[in-house]
């Protein structure tokens, strides 16, 4: 099995929230409160879109 996750491009806050349809700080809260998948890169947070549909998909967002 490949991992298509290591040639994945990187997403910012902003494009999460609006793959997601959440305000940015919805974003932030998660990030503070619940396990969001979410990497800071120098003082920038990045995503994989990959890993936040999987994290969705747990029902770890409904908080």
């Not at 990030?31 to 936040?52: N, Q």
């Amino acid at each position: 099995m490949v991992d298509n996750s290591v040639n994945e491009a990187w997403s910012s806050l902003e494009e999460v929230a609006s793959y997601l349809g959440v305000n940015k700080d919805t974003i932030r809260n998660w990030i503070k409160k619940t396990d969001i998948p979410a990497h800071k890169v120098g003082r920038k947070w990045k995503f994989k879109i990959s890993e936040v549909d999987a994290w969705v998909k747990s029902g770890k967002s409904a908080i």
